[in-house]
Every structure is written in structure tokens, then in C-alpha cells.
């Protein structure tokens, strides 16, 4: 092979790389935008939930205050702490893979499911409590605004732990790398938000 032609091939195999380096970086775009757009539209039904309430609770802010009294908040204060807790699990999950350690990722993540699931099982529990005061999902005006915002957040929650055992199986089958985990940071993106609603939801429903 000439000079010539060694050339053309080296130039051909750069000019490859960057082309199959730019579509790597188009498609990772487009799945981030994917998830802000998916997002976008949750956050117009949490919107509706939670002005739904507030518009109720204008009007009915004594009658919140009494049950919230009866109940007490201290179960949903650890339960807001489990998930905030969660958050920082997946931040360090993240930057495990990023530094190339996939079973650091895979013992963050699987805390993060942990946590998820503690989540779920108290505000079970704050559920039964509530049904023992004789508030459901249809007894009271209270009930029927306060479960729809709540449970509709708890199947996100749901939602995010069987999305978070997916991201220790790929991880477990050497999916992610120091260079690709997108599918990660898609994962923390989902979970941010889900911890995020819940902090409006505690705000507007348990503290004001």
C-alpha cells in the first residue's frame, strides 16, 4: 500500500469515529429530551392534583388542621427523609458508574430501590391509620382530594423501583461504563422529579 493510500485509510477511519462519535451524542440528546418532554407532561398533572387541593383547602383549612391533628405528621416527616435520602443515593449511584465502578452503582441503586420501597410501605401504613379515623377515599372531601395527588405520586414511586431493579440488571450484565450510562442518568432524572413533587406534595397537603 502507497503513502497515498495509507493515508486516505487513516482519514476515512477518523472521519468514521466522529461520525459514529456525533450519532452517539444525537441519540443520548434525543433520549434526554425525550425524558424532559415525558416529564413536562407530569408535571401538568401533579399541577392540576395539587391546585385541586389548594383551591379545596381555602375554603376547608380547619377541617385539614383537626385531621392532621388526630393523625399526626411525624410518620410522613421520616417518610419525606427516606425519599430525600433516596435522591442522595442516586446522585452517588450515578457517580460510581462515572468513575467506572459498576458495583458501586449497583449497591447505590439497590438502596435507592431499598428506600423506595420503605417509602411505599409507610404511606401504606399512613393509609390505614387514616381509615381507621374514618377517612377514605370516599367519606370526605378531604379523603377524595388528599388520596388522588398522593396515590397518583406513590405509583410514580412504584414506578421508579422496578425502573431502578432494570438499571442493576443492565448493570449486572455490563451494560454501563465510565462512557455510557445514559441510562442512568435517565433513571435519576425520573427520580429527582418523583422526590421533588413529593417535597410540593408534603409542603402544600401536611405543613401549610
Keep these: 500500500m502507497t503513502d497515498v493510500s495509507i493515508e486516505k485509510a487513516g482519514t476515512h477511519d477518523v472521519s ?22 415525558f ?5 401538568v398533572l401533579f399541577t392540576v392534583l395539587i391546585a385541586s387541593f389548594v383551591v379545596w383547602r381555602v375554603e376547608n383549612n380547619e377541617l385539614v388542621k383537626e385531621i392532621h391533628e388526630n393523625t399526626g405528621v411525624w410518620l410522613v416527616t421520616l417518610n419525606t427523609f427516606l425519599l430525600l435520602s433516596s435522591s442522595f443515593s442516586m446522585v452517588m449511584g450515578l457517580r460510581a458508574i462515572q468513575l467506572g465502578n459498576p458495583s458501586g452503582l449497583i449497591r447505590w441503586i439497590g438502596l435507592t430501590a ?14 390505614t391509620i387514616l381509615a381507621n379515623e374514618g377517612i377514605t377515599l370516599y367519606s370526605s372531601t378531604f379523603g377524595m382530594r388528599f388520596y388522588a395527588p398522593t396515590a397518583f405520586h406513590g405509583a410514580h414511586v412504584i414506578g421508579g423501583v422496578i425502573w431502578a431493579l432494570l438499571v442493576i440488571l443492565a448493570a449486572r450484565r455490563g451494560e454501563y461504563s465510565s462512557r455510557n450510562y445514559i441510562g442512568v442518568e435517565l433513571f435519576g432524572l425520573y427520580w429527582h422529579f418523583v422526590d421533588v413533587v413529593w417535597i410540593l406534595l408534603f409542603t402544600v397537603i401536611y405543613l401549610i
Excluded: C, P, R, T
Design 114 to 127: 431499598i428506600l423506595g420501597v420503605a417509602f411505599i410501605a409507610l404511606q401504606a401504613v399512613e393509609y
Design 16 to 37: 468514521g469515529a466522529h461520525g459514529h462519535d456525533s450519532h452517539g451524542a444525537l441519540h443520548v440528546e434525543n433520549l434526554k429530551l425525550g425524558m424532559w418532554l
Design 39 to 43: 416529564l413536562a407532561s407530569e408535571v
